[in-house]
């Protein structure tokens, strides 16, 4: 009997784990793919339109970056706050730093999007 409980908190800290590390990968893609491909529209932006005078068109690829990076980041947040409760209590102040570190994106995102909502 007591093997089994063993195997199966050796099962759980794995998940934990595994939920943590999908956690840091998506947020390493929050932060990553919205400025790669920003980078690669603003590019092929400029060589179209050399001498564009609207920042238009600028304004919107930015604004989709961050709300892309925003929807990664919810996830990411997610994972990490499934992995935060099946911790066992008392825990760690620099887990609870780190799913507010993760969360920033998304409250940026929010934030901008309200103000868009709100503004106009």
């Given amino acids: 009997m007591s093997k089994q409980i063993k195997t199966n908190s050796r099962h759980d800290t794995a998940i934990k784990e595994n939920l943590r590390v999908a956690s840091f990968m998506t ?3 929050a ?3 919205p400025v790669g491909w920003a980078w ?3 590019s092929s932006f400029k060589e179209q339109h050399p001498d ?4 238009l068109p600028v304004l919107a690829i930015y604004a989709f970056a961050v709300c892309g990076a925003g ?3 919810l996830v ?3 994972l990490n706050v499934v992995a935060f409760r099946r ?6 102040f620099g887990r609870k730093v780190e799913i507010v570190a993760i969360s920033m ?7 901008m999007i309200l103000g868009v909502w709100y503004a106009g």
């Fill in 27 to 29: 947020f390493a893609l």
């Fill in 40 to 42: 690669a529209q603003l």
């Fill in 31 to 33: 932060l990553l793919a």
């Fill in 87 to 92: 911790l066992s209590r008392p825990r760690s």
């Fill in 52 to 55: 564009f005078s609207c920042g």
């Fill in 105 to 111: 994106p998304a409250i940026i995102a929010t934030v």
């Fill in 76 to 78: 990411a947040t997610s």
């Fill in 71 to 73: 929807v990664l980041s």
